[in-house]
């Protein structure tokens, strides 16, 4: 019983001593950059969120953008179609000119007139209207683009509404202002989860418990219990050796029933072996860590078990 106490006390401090020096490597590496992550962790979702509600915010006032340049427009192109026939039959007039006598120099001039002041009304929404009146008679009587008038007084429509809404422009502003201050903690996040992945990897999956610190303290009071527990087993052995009971056998018998006890153990230790074997690159006795990205997790007080 004292052999297989202190083999499985020599058993445990091969396995605990290295992962102290792990985890005392991870708290080095992890103290200048304390807390780091954590913060980044917090303000990117806040980030995200402040972008999505400024989104949201844009999308309500453009949807009410959207329906009063509608409006606006529809109802432009409705007055033009009102006056549509109008303006042609005038045109036509002044194209036709006042005659050979000149009887019509009046009406013409009058018609001439008239589709001035038409143009006037409408060269706001259409700038490229000409101000000779011949040329203007041949658009008015001609002209009749669809898909031109739309997109003119569809953008004549948008400027009034956005005159109506001066809060839009601020809106957008801090909208994409909150979209690159979002993009920029996301970013952050990455490049420390990153650095840190850099740092901790080549340590392997121990270093990346989520409070290495805990843990070391943790693994460092098992050393501590482990080898007092070994230190209690060899006495207990050098106590045995020295009893009259045993210093009077043969100092044969008793390595023969050390080597009796040796294979025995080593056979049950290559059946758990057998019957659960470690992952590769962990000592068998050693329970293998929790493989998530953050490492190991453990709560606090708990000692690493170790299979007996």
Known sequence: MAWTVEQRCFEQLTVLQPWCDVLR?????ETSHAGELARLEDRSP??????????????AVDTVLAEQTDRIRDGLLAAWDAERGTARAIARLVLDGPGWWGLKRAPVA??????????DRWRPHLPGLPTDPEQLARVADRFDDRQALWRAFHATARRA??????????????AEAARRTGEQARAALAEAQRCRAERLDPLGPLAWAPDPAGRLADVERSVATTRHELAAARTRIADLQADPVFAGQLPDRLTAARDAWRAHHDADRQQRRAIAPGPTGYPTPVPW?????HGPRSARGVTPSLRR
């Open 25 to 29: 490597q991870a708290v080095a590496l």
């Open 46 to 59: 806040d980030a995200a969120h402040t972008a999505q509600r400024a989104m949201q915010r844009v999308q």
């Open 110 to 119: 009058r018609a001439g007139e008239q589709l001035a002041g038409w143009a």
């Open 161 to 174: 509404a956005e005159r109506e809404h001066p809060e839009h422009a601020t809106l957008h502003a801090a």
């Open 289 to 293: 860590p929790e493989s998530e990205r």
